[in-house]
């Protein structure tokens, strides 16, 4: 089994930073893909990017794509969301998810799932 928790959420206004970690234990050998997701209140679970940790290819969704990163301490099994520029739109419980698919992408592609960790950006 795989445990991933998340930490590093809180509340900023717009325009601040926020970097989220998520922390996967147990059998963690050939997870090679991992995620971050998030939901608003509403709305469905989405995708904010993919990192395959095989290559280190990373993807994100367009609403990110140049104010997000994401990276990886292999040492540590720990993932990383680095989130700048946030807007009032990026509010949402952000959630780390792992497969050991080579190449998963959509929600429902993961079978390892994070509590999750609120973010507010505030206007």
């Known amino acids: 089994q795989v445990q991933l928790v998340e930490s590093g959420g809180g509340s900023v206004q717009t325009g601040g930073s926020l970097r989220l970690s998520c922390a996967a234990s147990g059998y963690t050998g050939s997870l090679y893909s991992m995620g971050w997701f998030r939901q608003a209140p509403g709305k469905e679970r989405e995708r904010v990017a993919n990192?395959?940790?095989?290559?280190?290819?990373?993807n994100y969704a367009d609403s990110v794509k140049g104010r997000f990163t994401v990276s990886q301490n292999n040492a540590k099994n720990t993932l990383y969301l680095q989130m700048d520029s946030l807007k009032p739109e990026d509010t949402a419980m952000y959630y780390c998810?792992?497969?050991?698919?080579?190449?998963?992408?959509?929600?429902?592609?993961?079978?390892?799932w994070g509590q999750g960790t609120q973010v507010t950006v505030s206007s």
């Open positions: 998810a792992a497969d050991r698919r080579r190449r998963a992408y959509y929600r429902n592609d993961y079978k390892y």
């Open positions: 990192i395959y940790t095989a290559g280190g290819i990373v």
